[in-house]
């Protein structure tokens, strides 16, 4: 039970920022080029754009979980779960988002879980 706190943590913490790429992504306003006024408007419509706002409300979410976790976890047991973040990101994004794939980045992905499984096993 407790390693769904950690999970959840994840789950919140990726969707949030899948989320926040997808949409951005899609938005044809973006931030303008020039004036500050302009800048600033074009940024309160991405926050208050519905799904840029629940990666937000994701991202607290994702914090009380990681509070939980604090809980019933030393740090140095549950924060290397957290580095499975950037591998299930990379997934995902290929994936969803059409990121690219190259091999040096599998290689990453490789030595994040390898340094994972050794971090919380030894």
């Avoid at 080029?33 to 309160?44: M, P």
């Avoid at 937000?56 to 499975?84: C, R």
């Avoid at 950037?86 to 990121?99: H, R, T």
Wanted: net charge positive; no cysteine; proline share 3%.
């Amino acid at each position: 039970m407790r390693y769904l706190y950690i999970f959840a943590t994840l789950f919140f913490t990726i969707y949030g920022q899948l989320i926040l790429k997808w949409r951005i992504g899609k938005l044809s306003f973006g931030l303008p080029e020039t004036g500050i006024i302009d800048k600033f408007f074009a940024l309160i419509r991405l926050i208050f754009d519905p799904f840029i706002f629940s990666g937000f409300i994701s991202a607290f979410v994702a914090s009380l979980f990681w509070m939980a976790a604090m809980t019933k976890f030393e740090i140095t047991e549950a924060y290397p779960f957290m580095s499975l973040a950037p591998a299930i990101v990379f997934i995902l994004g290929v994936w969803l988002l059409n990121e690219t794939f190259t091999i040096g980045k599998v290689v990453g992905l490789v030595l994040i879980i390898v340094g994972t499984i050794v971090t919380v096993k030894y």
